[in-house]
């Protein structure tokens, strides 16, 4: 479960989502495509709504400001201010 791409992977390899999916009767399979389909459209008319926009806006916000505030504090450290600096004159 720590490396959650690597069993994906093994799932897919193994056959197992196959066996899953097969062994769902026909009728509730397409009710669960039709509910993912319509929780897709319902999602990305959110996102693109102006609503949705602003919420991403306001994260991509907060973590801006994250990585800024790392970036102040990294810069208050004298020796990591040097090494920018070598970085720096070393690129050109």
């Given amino acids: 479960m720590e490396e959650i791409p690597k069993l994906y992977d093994l799932l897919e390899i193994n056959n197992i989502f196959d066996t899953i999916i097969n062994n769902i009767p026909v009728k509730e399979y397409e009710n669960i495509i039709n509910m993912i389909n319509d929780d897709a459209d319902r999602l990305s008319k959110h996102l693109n709504s102006f609503v949705g926009m602003v919420k991403t806006i306001q994260q991509d ?3 801006t400001q994250l990585n800024v505030d790392k970036l102040m504090q990294t810069l208050g450290d ?13 690129i050109g």
């Fill in 78 to 90: 004298k020796e990591s201010v040097g090494l920018v600096k070598d970085i720096l004159e070393n």
């Fill in 61 to 63: 916000y907060d973590a």
